[in-house]
């Protein structure tokens, strides 16, 4: 095996003689993406890498050293590509053939893997592009058959949506989850009173089953309905492929129900980790944790046997002591926080001296959310679908799919780079 194949698969990178190491920091992030703040229209893009990749484009900065600045930034090629287009779609061309130039020289972690880039990039439309009033169902129907998603993201902590849907309409579609699924489909439970009463309802889609979830009960929406509120604002969670209902997790033996367990108590917190270890399957985010919403009410014993919890004698006693005052009058407080890392199956709690003392106060259930992380790049090697995944964000972006598949006589040209050899091009659509 020779030197470049050995750093291949060691995660490093050759330049001449010496080696350093390559930080692919792009562990796909699933977390306050209900923050209008944090993502880019269009794309699941964070905002602060757009504005850096922005900031470079308006400063004048050659488009190859924009990309091999972002990329060793950890950045793919295809996410740099959206967002160069996204800011100059005049220069979609350059951008374009810039991209191919350099994928022969980027390490193989730049690229992407086929699941993470599923449904990254997307149409975008308004609420008032629709014919009439706009109603849940054809909202929905327009993701599953197109991908594409209202915009922009409403303030939705003001009381604010998407647009206003029919209460009638979402009293069917709550009735529809119970019909269909036997139970109430719900991917979090509702914290403390910190978010405010006039909240919008969330509706969670499922492209995979084509499922819509509601987050209001039926007697909460049969209530907006007896006091005359025909129209409810409401916003739309658009979910992934690969992310479920907590719900569907799984479903209680039949003697846990009968004995008036709360759904979310009879889900383990083993049971999601599991879930998610054996079939990459994530359950939706949560609507707002540090208002104490959370995906399950775990056992603390539990949690203890899945975690080495610090003893007493290990906690700052002024910290022990304030988080038992703490719990002794208000309980446990914001959800337990568990990060799992899906390439190495390993887990990690937050603060878990919460738990050491929440155990020694005698309290039996936490709640709980997860966070989920993993590195979707490929291993070794540019694929050819890296072509594609750079065409697909160009056009994605505002650029015309022609650029794909013109074969300009000055790509390569004063740019530095080697002309790309054996590119497997998209054909425009």
Known sequence: MNKAAIACLLGISLTGANARAETPADFFVE????????????????????????????????????????????????????????????QAQLIYDSAMDLLPQLPSWACQDNASLTGRYFPRYRAEDLDGQPSVRAVANKYFESGARLSPFPQWRTGKGHFDASTAELIELAEQEQKDDGQEVWWYQPGDARIAENAPVFVSLYPENKLIAVDAGIRQLQGLQRAGQTRTPVVIVYNRPGF?????????????????????????????????????????????????????????????????????????????????????????????QITVHGDSGRTWAKDPERVSVAQSLGIK???????????????CGIPSACDTAVCNAAVAAGASPGICSKQDALRGRGQGFPRSRGAALASPS
């Open 31 to 90: 977390s306050d993406r209900f923050d209008s703040e944090d993502v880019i229209p269009g794309s699941e893009i964070g905002r602060y890498q757009y504005a850096y990749v922005k900031w470079m484009l308006e400063s004048d900065y050659p488009i190859p050293s924009i990309m091999l600045h972002s990329i060793n930034r950890g950045m793919s090629i295809s996410d740099v590509v959206y967002l160069l287009t996204l800011t100059d779609t005049t």
């Open 365 to 379: 259930q936490i709640p709980t959310v997860f966070f989920f992380h993993e590195l979707r790049r490929w291993p």
């Open 244 to 336: 479920i209902p907590t719900s569907a997790v799984g479903k209680a033996a039949d003697s846990a129900a009968a004995q008036g367990q709360a759904a979310d108590d009879r889900i383990t917190a083993r049971d999601v980790i599991d879930r998610y270890l054996k079939s990459s399957d994530k359950v939706t985010p949560v609507r707002e944790r540090r208002a104490g919403d959370y995906h399950i009410m775990a056992q603390t014993d539990e949690i203890a046997g899945l975690f080495d919890l610090p003893q007493q004698a290990h906690v700052p006693a002024e910290r022990w002591n304030q988080l038992r005052d703490d719990m002794q009058q208000s309980g446990f407080g914001n959800p337990l």
